[in-house]
Nanobody, 128 residues
Framework: QVQLVESGGGTVQAGDSLRLSCAGS??????????MAWFRQAPGKEREFLAA????????YYADSVKGRFTIARDNTKNTVSLQMNSLKPEDTAVYYC???????????????????WGQGTQVTVSS
């Protein structure tokens, strides 16, 4: 059974930075063999794709809303994936989720349905 646990959320002011981390565990889990992604969900809104790193070529993808401000990175030695968030805005306030998939898929990297495993989420609040 794969488990993902996010950490690093909190309350910050606009313009500040935060770094989220997602640690994976499980008998067969290896972040290096997974497509990993970050999503977020604000109250009353759908879950929104933010960033992903692919399983094989480690290509990275970003939503337009965070491109240039957020950076996804995979650390194979620690079996973690991080999301560095800079220049945070009040509209970045949401619960942030880590997701993983160990299988190939024709679904877009930003599709919720592409990912089999999800963390419980960590709250990020940005005050103006």
């Amino acid at each position: 059974q794969v488990q993902l646990v996010e950490s690093g959320g909190g309350t910050v002011q606009a313009g500040d930075s935060l770094r989220l981390s997602c640690a994976g565990s499980g008998r067969t889990f290896s972040v290096s063999a997974m497509a990993m992604a970050w999503f977020r969900q604000a109250p009353g809104k759908e879950r929104e794709f933010l960033a992903a790193v692919t399983r094989t070529l480690s290509n990275t993808y970003y939503a337009d809303s965070v491109k240039g401000r957020f950076t996804i990175a995979r650390d194979n030695t620690k079996n973690t994936v991080s999301l560095q968030m800079n220049s945070l805005k009040p509209e970045d306030t949401a619960v942030y989720y880590c997701a993983a998939s160990g299988r190939g898929s024709l679904l877009p990297v930003g599709s919720v349905q592409r990912y089999d495993y999800w963390g419980q989420g960590t709250q990020v609040t940005v005050s103006s």
